[in-house]
Structure formats: C-alpha cells, structure tokens
C-alpha cells in the first residue's frame, strides 16, 4: 500500500527540531578490523534487503582538499557493521556489496560518499539510493539527516562527533555510536520512505 504523503511535513524548523527528543542507535555494533571479521560481517549482509549506508572521513580544514573515507558504516536489520578502512582495506568483497543493485543502499549525498570510496578501488555502485531526493520526490524538503529524521521519524540525532578523527587506531564509543546512528537512520528512513 502506497502512504499518502500530501500532509507530510515539508521540514521542521532548527527550533523545532531541538524539542524533539534525541534517540541513537541502540542495536548491536560490529567493529570490522580484520578480515576475518570483515569475511562474517559479509556473509550476513549479503542477506540483507536494505542496508543503511554512510561513510566518515577525516575533517580537512584545507581549502580544494579532501581526504578519504576512514570508516564505512552499513546497517542491516540487526547490526550495524563499522568497516575500519585503515584496518581491513577497500577491495573486491566490499566492493561486490556496493556494486549489487538487488541490495538497496541507503543514505544522504550517497553519490559522494561512492565516489570517495571509488578513489580507494573503482566500481560501479548498483542499489545506491539518495534520500535527500527520495523525500523530495513525496514532498519533504528535509534534505539532510538530522532534519529528515527530525521529519519524517519525530526524533533527532546528535551529529557531535561528526568533525571527529576517524582515522585514529581506536576511535571512541562516542564515535562508534555516532556512525551506527548514522547508518541506522538512513535504514529507517528509507523504509519510511519506500
């Protein structure tokens, strides 16, 4: 059944959206840093349908620079798996994930995020969906995650740790928390959405 979307909220004000309650992630979260990790984390998202997809990478304060992703984040139905790029490299078997177009990947400014990852090893992305445009298309003119989870699932989440270190050997668990919550989001919206 397709939900009609004519009185969906168009956005909520930055005001409105600091009532709302904040909410994280509060599943389970797979640190991924060695490739026997990495090989299990697969075999499980290979099952999935619909995997929230974001990615972090170091802050440049550099006019015209950017670095690379330091940490990929796909979240499934029952965990969210933090892929530690600087661990467990960028290759074939992620790479195979983010190609399939059976497996829906969901994010905000996916585009970018894939052409960052294709800086480390070249593919050609299938099953990327940008939600920005999604919510767009039924109305919403929420564009970022915090606003579109604000929106569209009545809560907001902290992007404190957003200008964070991501290539740091042991990131925090304010850190982890934030990027489940990020993958996590974009799984739910998109399932909101859909």
Same mark, same amino acid.
């Given at each position: 059944?397709?939900?009609?979307? +004519?009185?969906?909220?168009?956005?909520?004000?930055?005001?409105?959206?600091?009532? $709302?309650?904040?909410?994280?992630?509060?599943?389970?979260?797979?640190?991924?840093?060695?490739?026997?990790?990495?090989?299990?984390?697969?075999?499980?998202?290979?099952?999935?349908?619909?995997?929230?997809?974001?990615?972090?990478?170091?802050?440049?304060?550099?006019?015209?620079?950017?670095?690379?992703?330091?940490?990929?984040?796909?979240?499934?139905?029952?965990?969210?798996?933090?892929?530690?790029?600087?661990?467990?490299?960028?290759?074939?078997?992620?790479?195979?994930?983010?190609?399939?177009?059976?497996?829906?990947?969901?994010?905000?400014?996916?585009?970018?995020?894939?052409?960052? $990852? +294709?800086? $480390?090893?070249?593919?050609?992305?299938?099953?990327?969906?940008?939600?920005?445009?999604?919510?767009? &298309?039924?109305?919403?003119?929420?564009?970022?995650?915090?606003?579109? &989870? &604000?929106?569209?699932?009545?809560?907001?989440?902290?992007?404190?740790?957003?200008?964070?270190?991501?290539?740091?050997?042991? $990131?925090?668990?304010?850190?982890?928390?934030?990027?489940?919550?990020?993958?996590?989001?974009?799984?739910?919206?998109?399932?909101?959405?859909?």
């Amino acid at each position: 059944m397709v939900e009609a979307w +004519a009185d969906a909220p168009r956005t909520l004000s930055r005001e409105e959206i600091n009532l $709302l309650p904040i909410r994280a992630y509060g599943g389970e979260i797979c640190l991924i840093r060695t490739e026997e990790e990495q090989d299990r984390a697969l075999n499980l998202l290979w099952k999935e349908k619909v995997l929230g997809f974001d990615t972090e990478t170091r802050p440049v304060f550099t006019r015209g620079k950017s670095g690379n992703p330091a940490l990929l984040q796909l979240g499934g139905e029952n965990c969210v798996f933090l892929f530690q790029l600087n661990r467990v490299p960028f290759g074939e078997a992620l790479v195979d994930l983010l190609a399939d177009p059976h497996i829906v990947k969901a994010g905000v400014a996916v585009r970018d995020d894939l052409r960052a $990852l +294709a800086r $480390l090893h070249a593919f050609t992305p299938g099953g990327a969906v940008d939600l920005a445009h999604l919510a767009k &298309a039924r109305g919403v003119q929420a564009q970022g995650l915090r606003s579109l &989870a &604000a929106t569209l699932l009545g809560f907001r989440i902290s992007k404190s740790a957003q200008c964070s270190n991501w290539e740091k050997e042991e $990131l925090t668990p304010r850190q982890l928390l934030y990027a489940a919550t990020d993958a996590w989001v974009g799984r739910e919206l998109y399932l909101r959405l859909a």
